[in-house]
């Protein structure tokens, strides 16, 4: 998730320019390539009117002629990109520390640390945390009391995991909790009222800033050993085994939405969790879009209650990521070295935590760092759907997928909404989803 102007779910890469990698957040893509809508027992597409097509034809008809690609290409303008936060000040932070860190606190956690010897390096980006690399091994990421529950909540996710023998084979790529950070606690008063995390750093740099210079190969690798690694997370064994740990790794309960909006404890049922998602962004949205954005975020609304026949568990609820994308994989040489940023984590269906990789691969541009905002393309990502369902076959052979697909994507630019009013970017892509732009995303 990755709008540039949204600090939930995305940031600018924190791994950037580094040999080693962070834990932080990051963006993700652009143009060709997430979703789409069928017709089957249930019309998923009774009308012009409720697909959208309607008021999209409105649109064009007053804008001139354009195609779903012309579409995507204004999301490459700097008129179509989202309002930016200014670099500096935290989001919610009270007072900056004007020290660059709790150093008391941290010789606790590792206590053959030297600063001198080893400076903590700032790292690039960050919406929501500060983040530092502490010598080659460690990265710490600091944030405000406002935002101090997600690194909490990420705390507890990776120790989840940590204590699960059947991650085993992918235990190297999934981040490792050194300890805590409590500010209240630091002895340094200008830390008070923040929390941080400290992890392990894994070599390389985000398989989206590393992508443009890859070769094809190398970027379908990277991809299948991500998504192998989070088919893992969500309980299945190896590809082609067939052995799927469904009873030991469902919860009770989903989690829908994203912080600002999310609902932590959904329920069981995966079709009434989104419907009482959907509810609640209606209320959120009610006041907040401006005039012309009102018909598109009622469409959409619309569109999604009308796919909800389609939302049936499919495997959960299961431990998912939440958040999974180019900037939150690290890789080195043609290896996955780690997948980052757990604090979106939750209970989820399969499909829906693959849904932030497809977006992006669309949208690339949507979520990358300036330096790259005018060199990718979605031509440059359009292998990366291919790869995902070769490597998940049994979320590819779902029923409905892509009623499921359109109804994750559009809740997310909603979302976004909801935080960003001024969003263009989320304007765009609601409007390349109601066009069929999810087809793209489907299995061969």
Not at 144 to 151: E, V, Y
Not at 187 to 213: C, E, M, S, Y
Not at 274 to 293: I, K, Q, V
Request: hydrophobic content about 35%.
């Amino acid at each position: 998730m990755l709008d540039r102007g949204y600090p939930s779910t995305v940031c600018p890469n924190e791994n950037a320019g580094s040999s080693r990698a962070t834990s932080g957040k990051s963006p993700i893509p652009n143009p060709p390539s997430p979703l789409r809508q069928e017709r089957g027992e249930h019309d998923l597409n009774p009308s012009p009117v409720a697909t959208g097509e309607g008021l999209l034809r409105r649109r064009r008809a007053t804008a001139g002629s354009q195609d779903l690609a012309s579409v995507r290409s204004r999301a490459t303008s700097s008129r179509q990109r989202a309002i930016r936060k200014p670099a500096g000040r935290l989001p919610g932070a009270m007072t900056e520390p004007t020290h660059a860190l709790p150093v008391d606190s941290l010789r606790a956690l590792l206590p053959r640390w030297d600063p001198r010897r080893e400076p903590a390096v700032p790292l690039a980006g960050g919406y929501s945390h500060r983040v530092h690399a502490i010598g080659d091994d460690h990265v710490l990421r600091m944030t405000p009391s406002t935002r101090a529950p997600r690194l909490r909540h990420e705390a507890v996710v990776l120790d989840t995991l940590s204590n699960r023998p059947d991650l085993d084979p992918v235990r190297s790529v999934l981040p490792r909790v050194i300890g805590e950070i409590d500010g209240d606690s630091s002895g340094d008063p200008q830390w008070h009222g923040w929390r941080g995390i400290l992890v392990n750093r894994f070599p390389g740099t985000n398989a989206f800033r590393a992508w443009l210079d890859a070769h094809a190969a190398v970027r379908r690798r990277w991809i299948h050993d991500a998504v192998t690694a989070l088919r893992a997370v969500h309980g299945f064994g190896p590809p082609g085994t067939g052995r799927a740990d469904h009873d030991a790794r469902r919860s009770s309960s989903y989690v829908v939405g994203w912080y600002g909006t999310r609902i932590e404890d959904a329920g069981p049922d995966w079709r009434d969790a989104h419907r009482r998602y959907l509810s609640a962004l209606r209320g959120l949205l009610s006041d907040r879009p401006h005039a012309e954005t009102r018909a598109l975020v009622e469409v959409s609304l619309a569109a999604c209650a009308d796919r909800l026949d389609a939302m049936v568990n499919a495997f959960g609820p299961r431990p998912g990521h939440g958040d999974l994308h180019l900037h939150n994989v690290i890789v080195s040489g043609q290896s996955v070295t780690g997948i980052i940023d757990w604090e979106w984590g939750g209970h989820t269906e399969p499909d829906a935590d693959l849904a932030h990789l497809l977006r992006w691969s669309l949208f690339p541009a949507h979520p990358a760092d300036e330096d790259l905002e005018d060199r990718v393309s979605a031509r440059d990502f359009v292998d990366v759907a291919p790869a995902i369902w070769a490597a998940y076959p049994e979320v590819a052979a779902l029923r409905d997928l892509e009623a499921r697909l359109f109804t994750y994507l559009v809740e997310h630019d909603l979302h976004q909404l909801v935080a960003h009013p001024d969003s263009t970017q989320a304007v765009t892509r609601l409007e390349a989803w109601h066009g069929g732009a999810c087809r793209e995303l489907l299995p061969a």
